[in-house]
């Protein structure tokens, strides 16, 4: 393990959009010395949380944690050194790139998955960002509630057989609960509250297909099947455009900036 004036160098993972997978609320700020507001001094016990949580390596991260952003850090006494390092301070010294994130997932996963890293990287930024609908929204959503009316819940299902048999089932658990960690919880809840509690059963299961539409589109590259055409594309490109729709069984949504409608469209296609 490299040393650098009595600091540990070290590694660790966060989610996409830089904050802790623990709460979701701390976040990474390069070159500043952070403080783990948990911290429990008691070097000699062994404490599962108390702490931040780095590992010696970057492939040494996906044994703790999932697919995510990885950054260099350098880890100031005091820290607890065992399978991984648990510390009072840190400072995030670098981000990694995608290249040396992807190196990591092979050396891990014995796979080389470069090419779903920047997909990851893309869905797992805030989807619910648009202000107002624009035409080809509207034509993602009409095409989507196409293809829900012939599938509905089996977009999750499809999605989980297309993958099971092109990539290993440990990085395919890692890049689904690293998206969920990293925005799919967010949007669960941010829909939830737009919508009330009412309404929020019937529309949870078209919530939670899109967020199964976006980690199969990750994985796109490495399904021969989705190499000319992806199924639910159409999801997708509603999410990279900043909206997420629901659906509660008469009337789709369009969420969009803080999970506001912007726009509704009936089942039998008489918007408004």
Known sequence: MLKHKGSLVAYKSWRWNGTDWYTGKF????RKKLTAPDWQPDLAADHCGNGFHCAPSPADCLRFTYLGRIAE???????????KIRSKHLVVTRWLSDAEIAAATKAYFNYDYSEIIPRLRTICKNPLSAQKVTKKQVCDLEQWASVWASVRASVGASVKES????????????????VWASVGESVRASVRASVGESVWASVWASVRASVGASVGYIFRPLVPAWKLSYPFQSAVDLWLSGCVPSFDGTTWRLHGKGSKVIYTIRAAGESR
């Open 27 to 30: 976040k990474a700020v390069l």
């Open 73 to 83: 850090v350098r880890v100031p006494p005091p820290f607890q050194v065992g399978d």
């Open 163 to 178: 993958v099971w048999a092109s990539v290993g089932a440990s990085v395919r658990a890692s890049v689904k609960e690293s």
